[in-house]
């Protein structure tokens, strides 16, 4: 695993991390939520991932600041959360995230991994700053 985070923070200058980055989030993203329903954190029904059964078995040994890279991510979207993008039957327009007092601290990164996702799939980084997007990206990579 630390070799795995050491890569995506090591520059290389034979890629284009602009375009490299969304690419290997994606496949992580997909490979890791495949591996929750492989290992029964699956919902009856549609086979969701179940990460809010995750996140519950997840908060009892999460502990951030055991690692200097996964500490330092976690602050970054503490600091600077991802948007939801909504919509009020006349525009797309952002919705300020703030963190639900009922959730964990886990059970809401979990969240944020979800809405950075959901933003890059489906079109919502337009408009925003390239770096944050990156910067979202590799913080995400280090909290899996």
Same mark, same amino acid.
């Given at each position: +695993?630390?070799? *795995?985070? =050491?890569?995506?923070?090591?520059?290389? =200058?034979?890629? %284009?991390?602009? !375009?490299? *980055?969304?690419?290997? $989030? $994606?496949?992580?993203?997909?490979?890791?939520?495949?591996?929750?329903?492989?290992?029964?954190?699956?919902?009856?029904?549609?086979?969701?991932?179940?990460? %809010?059964?995750?996140?519950? /078995?997840?908060?009892?040994? $999460?502990?951030?600041?055991? %690692?200097?890279? *996964?500490?330092?991510?976690?602050?970054?979207?503490? %600091?600077?959360?991802?948007?939801?993008?909504?919509?009020?039957?006349?525009?797309?327009?952002?919705?300020?995230?703030?963190?639900?007092?009922?959730? =964990?601290?886990? /059970?809401?990164?979990?969240?944020?991994? &979800? &809405?950075? &996702?959901?933003? *890059?799939?489906?079109?919502?980084?337009?408009? !925003?700053?390239?770096?944050? =997007?990156?910067? /979202?990206?590799?913080?995400?990579?280090? +909290?899996?």
């Amino acid at each position: +695993m630390e070799e *795995l985070k =050491s890569f995506w923070l090591k520059f290389d =200058s034979s890629l %284009n991390w602009d !375009k490299q *980055l969304p690419y290997v $989030f $994606f496949i992580t993203f997909s490979r890791f939520e495949f591996a929750l329903k492989n290992c029964k954190y699956c919902k009856i029904g549609n086979a969701d991932a179940d990460w %809010n059964k995750f996140a519950g /078995e997840l908060k009892l040994i $999460f502990d951030e600041t055991k %690692n200097e890279e *996964l500490d330092k991510a976690v602050e970054y979207i503490k %600091n600077h959360p991802p948007q939801k993008q909504v919509y009020d039957a006349k525009a797309l327009g952002w919705k300020a995230t703030i963190k639900d007092a009922h959730l =964990s601290l886990v /059970e809401w990164l979990l969240l944020m991994i &979800r &809405r950075i &996702r959901n933003n *890059l799939f489906h079109g919502g980084q337009y408009g !925003k700053s390239p770096l944050l =997007s990156l910067q /979202e990206i590799v913080c995400c990579l280090i +909290m899996a």
